[in-house]
């Protein structure tokens, strides 16, 4: 009889290694090469061809290591899917597991050409820096109804977890899951906390674009917290209420959702590049 | 906004003392408006937090601006009124006034020095 799950299964992976190392590396690699020409040459225009050598370099590198991480990861899901076997053929949850952290190697490689990036506009900045005297708070990057869900998916997410304590299945971990909670939250206020915090934003000469530009990289922080605290509880309930085939699908699903998600957020808002050519 | 430049023979902590001084004279800032914190002025400017602490310290010295604990710095009630004033001009002419008159009874400039020296050093706060 044709396993329904299992095949869907093998095309959701298929899916997930074409949008993480095919479509989201293509994304990212072009509103960074529409950041880099937009922003740099115009702010910078002293160092045009210091940035089309960079970019000409860096990003055939980019595109290898995207390219050869497809071709692997690819090879490890055909090779799952012809044998009929579970990935790396282990355990398809960990398999997935082994497939994020692969994936999230190109995002890695690019937030380093970005970060080298600055350090050449840097050697190209002249010695004036702008600031804006208003005072920034928490609240003028992350919305109400933003903060309500993530005070909500808190609150769901400890619910749950006393519920299960009571009502416990094969593998819960009990309170340790707080511990868990605890942990991911920690990571995304020190993201934020960076992202508010970075010195090198300084290069952005506009105080007002520096603005939009970490209001973005903020909003799509917390959206992805967000995305984790309840795609954290319904994997809890799958797993209570024994729907575990449906687990591979929801991990699968939050992993194509987050890699999209980082992938459009790398895209400036509009509102960043008004009055650059203007200006020039 | 304010604007400062990194290789400007000006102190860093001077230009911002003057940049936030003309924001107040020109009626950009208005008594009890917030100031941003320290971190934020540092990073935004790429300079370290202690310039940026050393010219609001001066600031709220001259009574331009105040500090409410936790609650963040703001600009001083008095603050238009205040930025007027020139702590450094005025120490300048009072000392002036007083090495001419030194000069007038007949003392050398070594001895004026000398008695600076140990006048400033006697009198440690």
Redesign the interface.
């Known amino acids: 009889m044709f396993d329904w799950i299992s095949n869907t299964t093998y095309w959701l992976f298929f899916s997930q290694v074409i949008i993480t190392l095919i479509v989201v590396p293509m994304i990212i690699r072009n509103n960074f090469i529409d950041f880099a020409r937009r922003y740099g040459m115009t702010q910078y225009p002293n160092a045009k061809n210091a940035i089309e050598d960079y970019l000409l370099s860096n990003i055939s590198i980019f595109k290898i290591v995207a390219g050869g991480l497809f071709l692997l990861s690819f090879a490890i899901v055909a090779y799952a899917a012809v044998n009929q076997a579970e990935l790396f053929s282990w355990d398809n949850q960990a398999g997935l597991t082994c497939l994020f952290f692969i994936a999230i190697i190109p995002v890695l490689v690019m937030a380093a050409i970005q970060k080298r990036f600055f350090s050449l506009l840097a050697d190209y900045s002249d010695?004036?820096?702008?600031?804006?005297?208003?005072?920034?708070g928490v609240r003028d990057f992350i919305s109400k109804p933003m903060i309500l869900f993530i005070f909500s998916g808190q609150f769901l997410f400890i619910g749950s977890v006393v519920y299960f304590v009571n009502h416990p299945f094969d593998g819960f971990g009990g309170y340790l899951n707080l511990l868990g909670l605890a942990f991911l939250d920690s990571i995304f206020i020190i993201t934020i906390y960076f992202i508010m915090?970075?010195?090198?934003?300084?290069?952005i000469k506009d105080?007002n674009q520096?603005f939009v530009g970490q209001q973005n990289a903020i909003s799509v922080n917390v959206t992805i917290w967000i995305v984790a605290l309840y795609y954290l509880c319904l994997s809890l309930w799958i797993s209570g209420l024994d729907l575990l085939s449906y687990r591979i699908f929801m991990q699968s699903l939050y992993i194509h959702l987050m890699f999209l998600m980082v992938a459009f957020a790398s895209k400036l808002p509009a509102s960043f590049y008004q009055g650059l050519e203007e200006k020039q | 906004m304010i604007t400062i430049e990194l290789d400007s023979p000006e102190p860093l902590f001077n230009q911002l003392i003057i940049q936030i001084k003309k924001a107040i004279e020109a009626k950009q800032l208005y008594a009890g408006d917030a100031l941003p914190s320290i971190r934020q002025l540092a990073n935004d400017l790429d300079i370290n937090s202690k310039t940026v602490a050393k010219a609001y310290r001066l600031l709220e010295r001259d009574k331009v601006i105040e500090t409410k604990g936790y609650r963040g710095t703001y600009v001083h009630p008095n603050a238009l009124d205040n930025v007027q004033f020139n702590l450094n001009g005025w120490l300048y002419s009072q000392v002036s006034f007083a090495v001419n008159s030194y000069r007038e009874a007949g003392a050398t400039d070594s001895e004026i020095r000398i008695a600076f020296n140990q006048a400033m050093t006697n009198t440690k706060k």
């Open positions: 010695d004036k820096r702008v600031a804006t005297l208003k005072v920034r915090n970075n010195k090198r934003l300084a290069l105080p520096r």
